[in-house]
């Protein structure tokens, strides 16, 4: 499975963006799609995801805030993400599971900041 994301930029604080992921290759089976970030010295985290029925899951610091949704279809995912703030500041990946393998886009910017 390859992962092509898009979307990040540089965004004032209050700011919205809009990142995509497209999925292309071994695309069958996959079970969840999602979005996870790394800021400067942080663990990697989870920040949504959406399984394959359409159930999501936030991290409880960007609820309310981002909406992540899942074009079957199309094979992409995105994450509309609104109220932006400057910890979310981070590199964000896509990431597809399927029951026995993870896998991961090549990551995108997102510098909020005034």
């Known amino acids: 499975v390859q992962l092509q994301a898009s979307g990040g930029g540089l965004v004032q604080p209050g700011g919205s963006l809009r990142l995509s992921c497209a999925a292309s290759?071994?695309?069958?089976?996959?079970?969840?799609l999602g979005w996870y970030r790394q800021a400067p010295g942080k663990q990697r985290e989870l920040v949504a995801l959406i399984t394959s029925g359409g159930s999501t899951n936030y991290a409880d610091s960007v609820k309310g805030r981002f909406t992540i949704s899942r074009d079957n279809a199309k094979n992409t995912v995105s994450l509309q993400m609104n109220s932006l703030r400057p910890e979310d500041t981070a590199v964000y990946y896509c990431n597809a599971k399927k029951p026995d393998q993870n896998y991961w886009g090549q990551g995108t910017q997102v510098t909020v900041s005034s």
């Open positions: 290759g071994s695309i069958f089976n996959i079970n969840t």
